[in-house]
Structures are given as C-alpha cells and as structure tokens.
C-alpha cells in the first residue's frame, strides 16, 4: 500500500461505517443505553436549576424548609444519576465487546477463505496483529469510549440549550468562540489518524517478526543469532515506540488546544456576566447557573476531543481491518457449481497445464504438463527439487487456478467445483505434516470430524500411531503441544497418514508420505499404505525411488516439464533422468 494512499484515507472515518452493520444487530441494546444516557444526562443538567434557586432565595432561617426539600430532591436526582451512569456503562460495555467478538469472527471466517496466494505475501504475525491489537482499539471506541463520548455530546447539547436559555446574550458571546475550538479538532484530527495507522502497522510489524522469530528460535541458537535478531525486533519496536510518540503528542497537543480554548472563552464570558450582575441586569444565581452550563459545556469538549482521538485511532485500526474483509480469494467458486457426490470412479487429467506462482510470475513451476491418472491406478511422481511436484499437488486440491489448461476429475472441470467440494474428495499426507496443539485423537479427527473415537482409534492402529499414542501420559487423550513439537518427524507423519485413514477419500495424494520414517517404520507403513492405496487413485511423490517401484507408472517431472513416463525397469531400461537418479540412490545404498 502507497504512503499516498495510506494518507488520502488518513483524513475521513468511512471505516469506521464499514462496522455499523455489527451494531445495527443490537438495536435493542442500543435503545437501552441510549435511554440510560439520557436519563444520566437529564439529571446532571437539572443540578445547575437547583443551585441557582438557593443561591437567588437566600440561605436565612426563614428558607430552612425550602432549602431541606431542595436538597432532598438532589438526593433523588444523584441516584437517579448514579443508576443510570451504571447501566449505561454496562449496555453501552456490552455492546463493544459483542461488536468486537463479531468482527473478530468475521474476519478470521473470511480469511479461513482466501487462497494460499494471499498467504504467500502476507505475514502471520501480520494478521494477528489485525485481529487482536486492531481489534482491541475498535472495541475501546465501540465500549468505553462510545459511553464516554455519547454522555458528554448529550451533555454538551443539554449544557448549550440551557445556557440559550438562562441567557441569550452570555450564550451567543460563548458561541463565538465555537469556531476556534472546531479549528484544532480539524487540523489535529488529521494528524492523529495517519499517525495511527503508521503506529499500528509499525506494532504489527514487530509482533510479525517476534512470531517467526519464536517459531524458528532453535534455527537462530543454532547459528548463533540471538543479538542479530533481538536487534532487529529492538528498531521495530523503538519504530513503533516512536510513531505512538509522534500520535500521542499530536493528541496532547489537540486536547491542550481545546480545553484552554473553551475554558478561555468561558472565562472571558464570566467575567462580562460579572458585570452584568454588577449592573443588576441579572442576578447572581442566574450567573451561578450558566456559570455551570457553561463548564458542563467546556468539560464535556474536553472529554469530547480526547475521545476524537481515540476515534481516530480506532479509524485506523478498522482500515487495517476492512482491507483484510475486502481481500478477495483467487479461487472463485461457480455460481452453481457441480457435485462430485454421485461418481463412481476416479480418474485424473491434466492437459497442457502451466502455471506460475503469483509472487513469480516470470518462473514457470509447470509448463505444458499433459498427464492422464487411471480411476484406482497409482501413479508416482518423481523428479530433482523444484521440478513441480508439489506445485502439482496444490493444483489439483486448487490451492491455485492454473494459468493454461484444464485439470479434469471424472470429466469435471474443477474448475467448476466448490474448492471444498474437491477438496472433500482428496485425502493428502503432506510431507511437512502440520500438528495442532490438541491431542491426538483431535489431530486424527481432522481426517473426518463426525468420526466416532473407536474410528479414529482404528485408523491410528492402522497408521502405527497406537506404537507411542498408547505410551503417553494421557494416551490418545495427550496434548501434542503446539506444531507438536513433542513428537519426532516421524510420529507426526504416521499421525497425517492416519487422517488418510480416517478420511476414507477416493482420491490419496502422498507427499513424501514416508520421509521421516526409520527404515523399519517405513516398512510397516509401506505395507499399511498398500492397502490405503487399494481401488483408490493416487499420486505419490517420491524423492526415494525405492519407495515408488512398485507403482503402476512413474511420472519424471524436471523444470516443470514431464520428461518421462513408465514403470520402473522400463525407465532404468531407457536412460536418462530417472536412470541417472536410479544409480545415485542404489549406489549410496
């Protein structure tokens, strides 16, 4: 995003009514606060009516009962404002913590939708940032703040009316005055928001960089990297420290501005009031009154222009936040997209298939790929690293849309697939095998989430998960810990092949399914995947070949192109490529 850009938005709130329909579904709610502002409100402006009664009756003897029921009637009018502050706190509380949680549920829903190319630019650390710091900023204007703001701009109309009231001349002297203090909430108002949005993005930064530098913390012990790395989360965050500097300067500034302005006029108007009393062209106890009309107004600014900063801030934080709800997925679903639910077989088709990634749009990762998988044949995927194997994978669970070409799955376009639909259908055991912090029978589940726990025992029996589940401390109850790092490369591909088991999906893409397997393991599994693989269509990628030679076919991919194709012997019998990989793996063997 542009710095122009960043400050062309910097000057309106129109994020902010980007939020309205998370409020509008509280309509209830919002009429009750409002009832109890008002109720606040009402009962802090009769105050000043009390005082100026006193003040013009006197406090002889002979108003003692006058002054006793007076006073009494103030009791009233304290309680009244006591109870109606609470609860328009507790509604007003209420609503920016449900607008809050709405939007967080918003958001995260809608990222859960975007393809893997909106991840591929896009820093996680980045985006929970957006959906914890952003959203904390917005709750403070939607919660606290909204109560304090929505009590003093009631109170600053109440205070304003009642001044015109007590008296139109005092009023229109303080009402000149208006203009210098709308001036700094304008020119101020400005400055504070592009300086929130630098300071927020500035934090989310540094919160990026302290999450992948967690994640990765033993790679940076292991090169001796600790300072070169607290260094660079030191000048992210002293960016950060410094750009909230900058914004909360600006914001003393404006509410130094607007106090003394509005204080000021207030005085300088007292002091012809005083006068006028002196004259005997008004008593002192109407004085009195919009002498306090007159504060409530000033005060309420005051509060009002610290809460415009907060506005501001909450502005910035929404931007960040609808920019992330307007991100659109590459992956369009059809408008009446096919189903997949009544076909019987299986089989796969690629025809002149090329594809770059996003982010390098110069660097085919497929170029021209025509391949035909049989329904139940099984089909192995070999080739060097960055030959486009995995490139292959993603294309087929349409994690991308390729440039040129058609993918096919029983004469269906998937293109014209709900990608969820598709993806219902494919069952994969990925080589970097992603564990979740629940346990093990929760990481399994994943497989088929409405399987029962004997299914789901079953499958892990079948995968070789029950060799170490059954020894934990908790057994498959057991949590893994987050990315599981409690378990070996290992143990956390049995548990990936054990969801394969569990999904029971027609279509098995094996990724490396085995690659971090000891050899005895792996010839466990080797068997156990022969039966996963039976009457299923399956792809294999395989970098160890010995693995593969008993598939139907083999698949040479290099620089994203099929170089070769056939079975094993018939490959080593024909040279080239695989021949050449063949003896490097045999001979170290």
Request: proline share 3%; aromatic share 8%; charged share 20%.
């Amino acid at each position: 995003m542009s710095s122009a850009g960043t400050a062309a938005r910097s000057r309106n709130l129109k994020p902010l009514k980007r939020l309205l329909p998370y409020l509008l579904r509280y309509r209830g709610r919002v009429a009750i606060a409002i009832f109890f502002l008002l109720a606040a409100a009402s009962a802090t402006l009769i105050v000043p009516l009390a005082v100026r009664r006193v003040i013009d009756h006197g406090f002889s003897g002979e108003n003692a009962a006058f002054i006793d029921q007076y006073f009494a009637m103030m009791m009233v009018v304290v309680a009244v404002l006591a109870i109606s502050s609470a609860a328009r706190f507790y509604f007003v509380t209420w609503i920016g913590e449900r607008i809050v949680a709405d939007l967080r549920d918003a958001v995260f829903q809608h990222l859960l939708t975007l393809s893997p190319a909106f991840f591929d630019t896009m820093r996680s650390g980045e985006l929970l940032s957006r959906l914890t710091a952003d959203t904390t900023q917005i709750k403070s204007v939607f919660g606290a703040s909204a109560s304090v703001a929505l009590r003093n701009l009631v109170l600053l109309v109440g205070a304003v009316i009642m001044m015109v009231l007590t008296s139109a001349k005092l009023s229109g002297l303080t009402l000149l005055a208006l203009p210098l203090i709308v001036l700094p909430l304008v020119v101020f108002g400005r400055r504070v928001r592009a300086l929130s949005r630098q300071a927020q993005d500035a934090l989310a930064g540094s919160a990026a960089l302290a999450q992948e530098s967690l994640e990765g913390v033993s790679v940076i012990q292991s090169f001796g990297q600790e300072n070169r790395i607290w260094s660079l989360f030191s000048r992210a965050t002293n960016e950060a420290f410094d750009a909230a500097r900058q914004r909360t300067m600006a914001r003393s500034l404006l509410t130094a501005a607007i106090i003394f302005l509005a204080f000021g006029s207030i005085v300088a108007v007292l002091w012809y009031g005083a006068q006028d009393v002196l004259a005997g062209n008004i008593t002192g106890g109407t004085l009195g009154q919009f002498v306090l009309y007159a504060a409530f107004a000033a005060g309420a600014m005051g509060s009002l222009s610290e809460v415009w900063g907060e506005v501001q801030l909450a502005a910035g934080a929404a931007e960040r936040l609808c920019e992330l709800l307007d991100a659109q997925s590459d992956i369009a679903i059809p408008d009446r997209p096919k189903s997949l639910d009544d076909i019987g077989s299986w089989p796969i088709s690629l025809t002149n298939v090329s594809f770059a990634y996003p982010a390098r749009r110069n660097t085919m990762a497929l170029d021209g790929i025509d391949l035909a998988v049989k329904a139940g044949e099984t089909v192995a995927i070999v080739g060097p690293s960055g030959a486009g194997k995995s490139t292959l994978f993603s294309l087929l669970l349409r994690f991308y849309d390729i440039d040129t070409g058609a993918i096919e799955i029983a004469g269906t376009d998937i293109r014209d697939l709900d990608p969820r639909d598709l993806r219902q259908h494919m069952a994969v055991v990925p080589q970097d095998t992603f564990i979740f912090s629940g346990s093990v029978i929760e990481n399994i589940q994943f497989g088929c989430p409405e399987a029962t726990r004997d299914d789901v025992i079953a499958a892990a029996k079948r995968a070789h998960v029950s060799e170490f589940a059954e020894s934990l401390p908790e057994g498959y109850d057991t949590l893994l810990g987050e990315r599981g790092v409690t378990l070996s490369g290992g143990q956390r591909q049995r548990l990936a092949i054990a969801r394969a088991f569990l999904a029971d999906a027609p279509i098995l893409l094996l990724d490396e399914a085995t690659s971090a397997l000891d050899s005895d393991s792996e010839r466990l599994i080797q068997d156990t995947l022969k039966t996963l693989t039976k009457a299923r269509t399956t792809l294999v990628i395989a970098h160890r070949l010995a693995t593969v030679r008993g598939a139907d076919r083999i698949v040479v991919l290099d620089g994203g192109k099929v170089v070769a194709t056939g079975t094993h012997q018939a490959l080593l019998a024909k040279g080239g490529l695989y021949a050449r990989l063949a003896k490097q793996q045999f001979n170290e063997s």
